[in-house]
């Protein structure tokens, strides 16, 4: 008799402050959704320490902090906006930090952890003022459009080069890898299974084929190494959180940020806008379109509690810093699962985050992954972020070419801040062309002339 008394007062308590019913919903639907929405983001905990450890960073140490920083986000989203929307580390901007930031402009991942940090804290300012909204203005809607697509090809360019199925070729620049390398093989099977999972509407389809791949390079040598692809670690492990924390917590720093000359630190602002740029456009458009889904945007185009929500996203970038990963920013298409299975309160996000929490028990098993088994993730999440382009008149030249600009040289160059810069550029150049230069907002000259400033910097100065 006391424990239904126990269970009447829970689920009270949880219509109370959720109002399930009024979002017809119930307490058994959120926590299946929460749960299917965390399978849909698991691959982040695989990828991110693959990705970010290239910077000498510890990948036990980012795996914590993925999972960490990603639970407490989702957990504010839920309990701050009452929103089923889920967060974690970003993909994108994991390559981004690591290979743009760290790599191109030679900064340490201290460094590059304080840009996030100050990025996190410029956003939720931006998100309390409002003055995100402006800036949203700014940028023509083709060009935000291009930008999901063109990070979408960046990833997925990252995922087939890492497994090896696109290698360097000393006269074509780029050919098809090895296929006599069973790790190939292997990683397009992955391929082929991910995506035949994801359209029979398997939930979970991008974590199974991580894990079908991840035990199948148990029995597979690479032949660089002569050992499996697959290095057994053990399944669960009781962590000392401090411990398992301690390489990159708190580790971020400003020393020597702008220790270098003009163009050195020009480079870092931009680095910190593109930081900034990508965060809040995501995080916008995801409200938006998610929310239209989701059936959360009135009749007047516009999404209630949209402020709070990206004020959680831009706090969960500074909190993420601090525990050592990259942005924080709300998952659309991960969220979108958890949504279709009847997720329509913050109880499927807070669930998200508890389930995330809960995966650090399962550190070996996150860690023995092989770059062979997230390249089928890296994938789908490039198919994924291509959806925007079907919203693009693309007959239309003036449109056309800076939508193909943005996503060339993001994806050519393998630098998201230059596909971002040249295709904004490309659209005000179309425009001036086309004789629409008075249309153009005093916004949008704004940041066409930031870009071209950066640009002539690195013509003379680096």
Same mark, same amino acid.
């Given at each position: 008799?006391?424990?239904?008394?126990?269970?009447?007062?829970?689920?009270?308590?949880?219509?109370?402050?959720?109002?399930?019913?009024?979002?017809?919903?119930?307490?058994?639907?959120?926590?299946?959704?929460?749960?299917?929405?965390?399978l849909?983001?698991?691959?982040?905990l695989a990828v991110?320490?693959?990705?970010?450890?290239?910077?000498?960073?510890?990948?036990?140490a980012?795996?914590?902090?993925?999972?960490?920083s990603?639970?407490?986000?989702?957990?504010?989203?839920g309990?701050?906006?009452?929103?089923p929307?889920?967060l974690a580390?970003?993909?994108?901007?994991?390559a981004?930090?690591a290979?743009?930031?760290c790599?191109?402009?030679?900064?340490?991942?201290?460094?590059?952890?304080?840009?996030?940090?100050?990025?996190?804290?410029?956003?939720s300012?931006?998100?309390v003022a409002?003055v995100?909204?402006?800036?949203?203005n700014?940028?023509?809607?083709?060009?935000?459009?291009?930008?999901?697509?063109?990070?979408?090809?960046?990833?997925?360019?990252?995922?087939?080069?890492?497994?090896g199925?696109?290698?360097?070729?000393?006269?074509?620049?780029?050919c098809?890898?090895?296929?006599?390398?069973?790790?190939?093989?292997?990683a397009?099977l992955g391929?082929?299974?991910?995506?035949?999972?994801?359209?029979m509407?398997?939930?979970?389809?991008?974590?199974?084929?991580?894990?079908?791949?991840?035990f199948?390079?148990?029995?597979?040598?690479?032949?660089?190494?002569?050992?499996?692809?697959?290095?057994?670690q053990?399944?669960?492990?009781?962590?000392?959180p401090?411990?398992?924390l301690?390489?990159?917590?708190g580790?971020?720093?400003?020393?020597?940020?702008?220790g270098?000359?003009?163009?050195a630190?020009i480079?870092?602002l931009?680095?910190?806008?593109?930081?900034?740029?990508?965060?809040?456009?995501d995080?916008?458009g995801v409200?938006?379109?998610v929310?239209?889904?989701?059936?959360?945007?009135?009749e007047?185009?516009?999404l209630?509690?949209?402020g709070?929500?990206?004020f959680?996203?831009?706090a969960?970038?500074?909190?993420?810093a601090?525990?050592?990963?990259?942005t924080?920013?709300?998952f659309?298409?991960?969220?979108?699962?958890?949504i279709?299975?009847?997720?329509?309160?913050?109880l @499927?996000a *807070?669930? /998200? %985050? $508890? #389930?995330?929490l809960l995966s +650090? =028990?399962f550190?070996?098993?996150?860690?023995?992954?092989?770059?062979?088994?997230?390249?089928p993730?890296?994938?789908?999440?490039?198919?994924?972020m291509?959806e925007?382009?079907?919203h693009?008149?693309?007959?239309?030249?003036?449109t056309?070419?800076?939508?193909?600009?943005?996503?060339?040289?993001?994806?050519?160059?393998?630098?998201?801040?230059?596909?971002i810069?040249?295709?904004l550029?490309?659209?005000?150049?179309?425009?001036?062309f086309a004789g629409?230069?008075?249309?153009?907002?005093?916004? @949008?000259? *704004?940041? /066409? %002339? $930031? #870009?071209?400033l950066?640009? +002539? =910097?690195?013509?003379?100065?680096?």
């Open positions: 008799m006391a424990k239904e008394t126990q269970l009447v007062n829970s689920g009270s308590f949880l219509e109370k402050r959720f109002h399930l019913k009024e979002n017809h919903t119930n307490v058994r639907t959120e926590i299946i959704a929460g749960l299917t929405t965390f849909t983001c698991t691959y982040i991110n320490p693959a990705i970010l450890s290239s910077t000498g960073m510890d990948s036990k980012v795996l914590w902090a993925t999972a960490i990603a639970a407490i986000a989702c957990i504010a989203m309990l701050l906006t009452n929103f929307f889920a580390p970003a993909m994108g901007l994991n981004y930090f290979y743009t930031v790599g191109t402009l030679g900064l340490s991942w201290q460094n590059a952890l304080a840009c996030v940090f100050v990025e996190g804290v410029t956003f300012i931006l998100s409002g995100q909204e402006r800036i949203v700014g940028i023509p809607e083709c060009v935000k459009q291009a930008i999901s697509a063109a990070i979408g090809f960046f990833i997925a360019f990252s995922g087939l080069h890492n497994s199925i696109i290698a360097y070729d000393p006269d074509n620049l780029l098809l890898g090895n296929l006599q390398d069973p790790g190939v093989i292997l397009l391929i082929l299974l991910t995506a035949g999972l994801v359209i509407r398997v939930k979970g389809a991008i974590l199974i084929g991580i894990l079908a791949i991840t199948a390079g148990m029995l597979f040598e690479n032949p660089a190494t002569g050992a499996t692809y697959t290095q057994w053990g399944l669960v492990s009781l962590e000392n401090i411990e398992a301690a390489p990159t917590f580790q971020l720093t400003f020393d020597g940020l702008f270098g000359g003009v163009a630190i480079g870092v931009f680095a910190i806008f593109s930081f900034l740029f990508v965060d809040m456009f995080s916008i409200l938006v379109g929310g239209i889904k989701a059936g959360f945007v009135n007047k185009g516009e209630p509690g949209a709070k929500a990206l959680v996203s831009a969960g970038a500074a909190v993420g601090v525990f050592g990963t990259q924080v920013t709300v659309g298409a991960e969220s979108t699962t958890g279709a299975e009847g997720g329509r309160t913050g @499927t *807070i669930t /998200t %985050g $508890v #389930f995330f +650090l =028990l550190t070996p098993l996150f860690l023995m992954i092989p770059n062979i088994a997230t390249a993730a890296l994938v789908m999440v490039g198919i994924f291509i925007p382009l079907m693009v008149d693309l007959s239309d030249t003036k056309a070419f800076p939508v193909f600009i943005c996503v060339a040289f993001m994806a050519f160059t393998f630098n998201i801040a230059y596909g810069l040249f295709g550029l490309a659209y005000t150049g179309g425009q001036v629409n230069a008075r249309k153009l907002p005093i916004s @949008t000259w *704004i940041l /066409t %002339g $930031v #870009f071209l950066y640009l +002539l =910097l690195e013509i003379f100065f680096n």
